[in-house]
């Protein structure tokens, strides 16, 4: 699905970028071009982003 309908990025994309370390809306932006525009995607974005991270952070 389109995160961003500025750029064309995906969210497949910007949760590529977050699993090798683009944990700001910033950095997934170097990695993809997602929210450098207009901005509107950068809730989605961050929701991402914190999915992702949740996702990998091992149960103890």
Do not use: F, H, W
Not at 6 to 25: E, W
Not at 31 to 45: K, L, M, Q, S, Y
């Amino acid at each position: 699905m389109y995160v961003c309908l500025c750029t064309g990025a995906t969210s497949q994309q910007v949760i590529d970028a977050a699993r090798v370390g683009a944990s700001t809306t910033r950095k997934v932006g170097e990695c993809t071009g997602a929210g450098t525009v207009c901005g509107r995607c950068r809730n989605n974005i961050r929701g991402l982003i914190a999915g992702t991270l949740q996702d990998s952070v091992p149960l103890t």
